[in-house]
C-alpha cells in the first residue's frame, strides 16, 4: 500500500522518501551547526492545529523523524519540496525558483529576528491564524496575491476550527447494539474485535495497545490531567499518511461525562528516525519519547494529549508508541491546488516557521551569523533543491519501473 500511494506522483514519492533524501544529504558536506531537526520538513508537514488555550496557530505538525542534526538538512528537505510540487502544478522554472527562494529567504530573515530577541520573545513567537490573515492581508495590498488567495486562507482556517474530535467522531463512530464503536472501512481501519478473530498476532496487538493506555498518562504534563476523567470505549487500527505506513496505528474511543462526550486519539508507533542511520542513535532509548520530547521543543505549542510509552508485546517485541488527539483544530494547505502566487506566500511562512522551531534548540545567534546579510544563502538552497527535484523525479520513474516489472510487491501484495 505505501509503495502504491508513493508511486501516485512525484510529490507522493518525496513525501515517503524521507530515508534516500537523508541518505543523499549525509554523502555532502555540512555546517555541523546543530538545532533539533523535524527530519522530514516538507511543505505538507505544516499546518492549523489548536492549542491548549484553543488558540488555532500555524507550525509544523509532524514529528517522526525528529533528531538533533545540522540546521540545513530540513530547510533543504523544505526547499526540494517547493520544487516538486511547482512542477507538479506546473510552474515555471523562474516560478519554481521564486518559491523555493521565498522559502529560503522566509528562513533567514526569521532567524536573524530571533537571533536579536529578547530570549523569552524567541521561545514565544508563534504565528496564529489571526496574524497569518493580516499578513496575508497586507500581501493583498501589496499585490503579492490576489483575491483568490485571500479567499483560500479564510476557508481553511474555517474548515480547521470546524475540524474537532466531535467531528471527527461523528465521522468513525456509531452506536451498534447500544454501544459506540469505531466503524470498519477495510483495509485503512479495522475494529479490534475484527484482527482478534483473524490471527493470533493481531491479538497481542490489542494488548499491547491496552498497556500503553495504562501507562502513558504518566508522561503527560501536569499533575492533573483530564485524561482521568476518560474511559475506554473501543479502538481500531488505522492506516495512515504516506511515509508511515506499515507503522502500527491505532485509534482509540474514550467518553467522558457520557457518549455525548467523546474523546478519540490516535497512538501511533514509533521507530527509529531515519536520521538515526547517519548522525547517531538518538539520547532517547524510546524512539516515541524521542518523537514526544522533539515535538515539544520545536512546536510553539502541543497537545496536552500528546504522550507515550513503550512496552514489550505478547511477542517478545518491543514496541514504542506516542499518543495524542486525532483531530484538534486541523488545517493545511493542499498543494495540488496552489497558485503560484500562494505557494510562494506559503514557503515564506513555512521557512519562517522552521526558523522559530530551531531557534527554540540551536544557537540562533550563530544559525543567524551563518546565513548573513546577502542573498547567497536563498541562491544556493534554491540551486540544490532544483537539482534535487531532477533526483527525485529520476527515483519516482525508477520505483515505478520497479512496480511495473515486479521487483517490488503491489498494493494487493503480490510480486
Not at 551547526?33 to 505538525?61: M, W
Not at 496574524?131 to 479564510?154: F, K, N, P, T
Not at 456509531?174 to 477495510?186: Q, T
Not at 485503512?188 to 490489542?206: N, S, T, W
Request: overall charge neutral; glycine content about 8%.
Amino acid at each position: 500500500m505505501r509503495y502504491a500511494r508513493m508511486a501516485v506522483s512525484p510529490l507522493a514519492f518525496y513525501r515517503g522518501a524521507a530515508l534516500l533524501m537523508a541518505s543523499d544529504l549525509a554523502s555532502s558536506e555540512h555546517t555541523g551547526i546543530i538545532a533539533q531537526l523535524c527530519g522530514d520538513a516538507h511543505l505538507s508537514n505544516f499546518g492549523l492545529f489548536s492549542t491548549p488555550e484553543r488558540h488555532l496557530i500555524f507550525d509544523i505538525n509532524d514529528f517522526d523523524e525528529t533528531l538533533p542534526g545540522p540546521f540545513e538538512w530540513d530547510v533543504k528537505r523544505l526547499a526540494a519540496s517547493f520544487a516538486v510540487a511547482g512542477r507538479q502544478r506546473g510552474f515555471s522554472a523562474e516560478e519554481e525558483r521564486a518559491c523555493i527562494v521565498a522559502a529560503a529567504h522566509g528562513y533567514r530573515m526569521a532567524m536573524r529576528r530571533a537571533a536579536t530577541s529578547r530570549v523569552l520573545d524567541a521561545w514565544y513567537d508563534r504565528l496564529d491564524a489571526e496574524r497569518a490573515r493580516a499578513s496575508i492581508r497586507q500581501a493583498q495590498l501589496d499585490q503579492l496575491v490576489g483575491d483568490e488567495e485571500v479567499r483560500r486562507l479564510d476557508a481553511t482556517i474555517e474548515k480547521a476550527r470546524r475540524r474537532d474530535h466531535r467531528k471527527a467522531f461523528k465521522k468513525l463512530v456509531r452506536i451498534v447494539d447500544g454501544r459506540l464503536r469505531i466503524v470498519a472501512a477495510p483495509p485503512l481501519i479495522v475494529p479490534v474485535e475484527d484482527l482478534i478473530r483473524e490471527a493470533g498476532r493481531a491479538a497481542d496487538e490489542a494488548d499491547v495497545m491496552h498497556q500503553v493506555l495504562g501507562a502513558y498518562r504518566t508522561t503527560l504534563v501536569g499533575e492533573r490531567h483530564p485524561f482521568a476523567e476518560y474511559r475506554y470505549r473501543h479502538m481500531a487500527r488505522k492506516v495512515v499518511g504516506v511515509g508511515s505506513v506499515g507503522t502500527r496505528a491505532w485509534v482509540i474511543l474514550f467518553s467522558g461525562r457520557d457518549d455525548d462526550d467523546p474523546l478519540l486519539l490516535q497512538a501511533k508507533e514509533a521507530q527509529a528516525s531515519v536520521l538515526e542511520r547517519f548522525l547517531g542513535p538518538s539520547e532517547f532509548d524510546d524512539h516515541a519519547e524521542r518523537v514526544v520530547r522533539g515535538q515539544r521543543l520545536m512546536q510553539a505549542s502541543s497537545d496536552i494529549f500528546l504522550g507515550w510509552q513503550s512496552v514489550i508485546g505478547l511477542d517478545g517485541q518491543h514496541r514504542d508508541f506516542y499518543i495524542r488527539q486525532l483531530q484538534d483544530g486541523k488545517g493545511g494547505i493542499d498543494p495540488e491546488t496552489m497558485t503560484v502566487r500562494g505557494a510562494t506566500l506559503y514557503a515564506r511562512i513555512c521557512g519562517e516557521t522552521l526558523a522559530r522551531a530551531h531557534s527554540r534548540s540551536g544557537d540562533r545567534v550563530q544559525i543567524a551569523g551563518y546565513l548573513g546579510r546577502s542573498d547567497t544563502f536563498e541562491e544556493a538552497i534554491s540551486d540544490f533543491a532544483v537539482a534535487y527535484a531532477d533526483q527525485n523525479h529520476s527515483d519516482f520513474l525508477a520505483l515505478k519501473a520497479a512496480l511495473a516489472s515486479g521487483r517490488l510487491p503491489n498494493e494487493h501484495g503480490t510480486v
